[in-house]
């Protein structure tokens, strides 16, 4: 990227379990130049908080002009005030005023968000969601979550935790989630939950899952959520019901959230549904049959646009209209 | 209400199945005079529409001044741009242009939405709702509907049908409901469900149900929601069980909805919880044992404030917010 001619331009960041992305992005959504590296998350926040800086500093060093600000995702809540990391289980935060002190470090605007909200933000601006007033984006990777936007405006809810779609209850009674509940969205159909799924079906019963086990090295906890994904398209039949079990989930959910909520558009991305593309036309198809018809005769379900992609676009893009 | 002296006011009137109510609500939410009239839904959309002008007609009549405007509020699918009724089921109507005959006999602008909508921002302006930018609104009727308030604004989605919560769906290969779906909270805690869920348990095991039944006189298909909440207030088992069960559904539900948008203030109304008014601390316990933390520690669960009222106070107002 050309930052000396193009204009405004922010640094985006975005902060995982295990890598740090990084990338000058300027107002079209376009990247320039990217910068990945581990997170390094075991060394503690200290450990972290230096990787982000360095990769930030990095990114400005051949840049010709001042950027309007630096905008980091995180996974974690967020304080909607000050940007200080209430939470970020990923990563072993607790409240740390990460916000205030990076700006200070980098003497430049700075501002922190949920990692799954500036990835809407970023779908909404620059991927599949462009142009629509009434989006919903829904992630599934190894977790799920979403972001809403409501009549043109991001939903951040009351102490900015809205769009925890992968916590809304599926079935009352169902496998018990990470949070505590039972029957979330999460886990039935989360990256997490098929892997758990799958090794469960396999502890029962090994030689119906023959060729997971064979595609895992033999070794049950290494059947993973993209084990079954590519097991099913091999045409393997337990890794194909299990997929069936996370379309038919994944249609309750969107069909909930589509009633709830209306939206013209929902797009479906993350890690899972990057290994089973099939899985949004199931889902449309699913929604179409489970949802009310005043919300679904206006709705397009497509997948996510910028893949890995939208949670820097997202966070740079944040900042720029904040720090504008 | 004096409506020479108290200047801004409008009509406000609520179409329900079987009654029409309306009545002269100034600026402040205050209702003046109010009248009561059967639907006459049998009649057909022309007796429904002649019964609706003739209550507006006898509102017109006493006031001094002439009205901002009037506000119809209709279970229905409402048309965003022309408030015209695209479905209206328990009307039978379909595709009539209500608000532009209205507007046209009355020579006074008309705003015609859904009913529980319009109970939502009756409930945010004058009732429990009031003060609070991140509201959500579950009534518990026959039927389950809702509306949320998200950044200071009614959320109405993308063909003007957001707040379908009835339709979430809460139990994947639950009860059978209304909308062909399975699950949906409605279908395991609306009023209809309740009835019908007694019903069985009393076709199933009628000794079992004999405190029910005696209430109903004997009658299978006379224990309603209402015998079955006195019954349990009474102390019957089998009723008690079902109120159980309709707690843990409104749980269930109410916590998808809280991590979903992260309100700061939930409000519970409607005739199931009027008839069993513990069911706002039920709800709230289960909501705080299954939501995420994050949503929970901001959150109040309270009962609505406006009763049967608050569908005219909100489409008073909300015309009076259109017309001013």
């Known amino acids: 990227m050309d930052v000396n001619a193009s204009g405004?331009?922010?640094?985006?960041?975005?902060?995982?379990?295990?890598?740090i992305e990084a990338a000058q992005v300027d107002a079209t959504g376009k990247i320039g130049r990217m910068i990945r590296r581990p997170t390094e998350a075991r060394g503690g926040p200290k450990a972290v908080k230096t990787n982000i800086l360095s990769v930030i500093k990095d990114l400005l060093q051949d840049a010709g002009s001042p950027p309007s600000g630096v905008g980091i995702g995180m996974a974690g809540q967020i304080d909607p005030k000050d940007g200080s990391v209430h939470f970020a289980p990923n990563l072993g935060w607790r409240d740390e005023p990460f916000q205030e002190e990076l700006a200070r470090a980098?003497?430049?605007?700075?501002?922190?968000?949920?990692?799954?909200?500036?990835?809407?933000?970023?779908?909404?601006?620059y991927g599949a969601g462009q142009g629509c007033e009434d989006l919903l984006c829904l992630f599934v990777g190894t977790g799920i979550g979403g972001g809403a936007i409501s009549g043109g405006r991001l939903l951040s809810g009351c102490s900015n935790s809205a769009g925890e779609f992968g916590h809304i209850?599926?079935?009352?009674?169902?496998?018990?989630?990470?949070?505590?509940?039972?029957?979330?969205?999460?886990?039935?159909?989360?990256?997490?939950?098929?892997?758990?799924?799958?090794?469960?079906?396999?502890?029962?019963?090994?030689?119906?899952?023959?060729?997971?086990?064979?595609?895992?090295?033999?070794?049950?906890?290494?059947?993973?959520?993209?084990?079954?994904?590519?097991?099913?398209?091999a045409g393997d039949p337990l890794a194909c019901r299990l997929m069936e079990g996370v379309g038919e989930s994944l249609s309750a959910g969107v069909a909930s959230l589509v009633n709830a909520l209306n939206p013209c558009r929902c797009l479906l991305g993350g890690g899972v549904i990057g290994g089973t593309p099939d899985l949004v036309r199931r889902v449309d198809e699913g929604v179409r049959k489970r949802a009310l018809p005043p919300a679904t005769k206006t709705l397009q379900i497509l997948p996510a646009q910028l893949g890995d992609?939208?949670?820097?676009?997202?966070?740079?893009?944040?900042?720029?209209?904040?720090?504008?």
């Open 309 to 324: 992609l939208a949670g820097v676009v997202g966070s740079a893009s944040l900042a720029m209209t904040r720090f504008k």
């Open 169 to 233: 209850t599926i079935s009352q009674e169902g496998r018990l989630c990470q949070c505590g509940n039972r029957g979330c969205l999460e886990a039935l159909a989360g990256g997490r939950a098929i892997a758990e799924q799958a090794q469960e079906a396999a502890r029962m019963d090994p030689s119906e899952a023959a060729v997971l086990l064979q595609m895992s090295e033999g070794q049950m906890e290494k059947i993973t959520a993209q084990v079954v994904a590519q097991a099913c398209r």
């Open 8 to 19: 405004a331009w922010a640094i985006g960041v975005d902060v995982g379990g295990t890598k």
């Open 106 to 125: 980098l003497s430049l605007p700075v501002f922190v968000t949920n990692d799954v909200r500036a990835a809407t933000w970023g779908e909404w601006k």
